[in-house]
């Protein structure tokens, strides 16, 4: 075995200093990446929950409303749009609220969306969620 001089082991702790410097980096940066990732997946479902949950509210707020005004008519045309604002209600009281990780959650939101669709054809009204939401923005409360 060869006898291996003290400015060898200086010269090869140098040489490794890169590496070793390298391994500490990766490891801070994965770390302080994780931190802001989990800072940033946070807000972003609050963001999100927020608009799916205005948008929800809009739905049933519409369905209640239009439940209201159809309920009082004899028509034979409004009891059949009376069972379709019933059954948008319906689906919207089945909507999984306490559910964050609700696996069907979109497959369920476009069930609300194509049943308002539906419901906003019968009845003759051109609504949009969209046009409801951009026209709240300048509201001062």
Not at 49 to 75: I, P, R, T
């Amino acid at each position: 075995m060869a006898l291996v001089s003290p400015s060898d082991d200086l010269f090869d702790s140098i040489l490794m200093a890169d590496d070793r410097f390298h391994v500490e980096g990766y490891r801070e940066g994965f770390e302080e990446g994780m931190r802001q990732g989990t800072i940033e997946g946070r807000n972003h479902g609050r963001l999100h929950g927020a608009k799916l949950s205005a948008e929800v509210s809009f739905y049933h707020g519409f369905a209640l409303a239009w439940k209201c005004l159809l309920q009082s008519s004899e028509d034979v045309k409004a009891r059949k749009r009376l069972k379709a604002v019933e059954s948008l209600a319906g689906l919207i009281q089945k909507f999984p609220y306490e559910d964050p990780q609700y696996e069907n959650l979109q497959e369920d939101m476009e069930r609300v969306r194509a049943k308002f669709r539906q419901v906003c054809s019968l009845l003759n009204v051109a609504v949009d969620f969209r046009e409801y939401v951009s026209g709240s923005a300048g509201m001062s409360f």
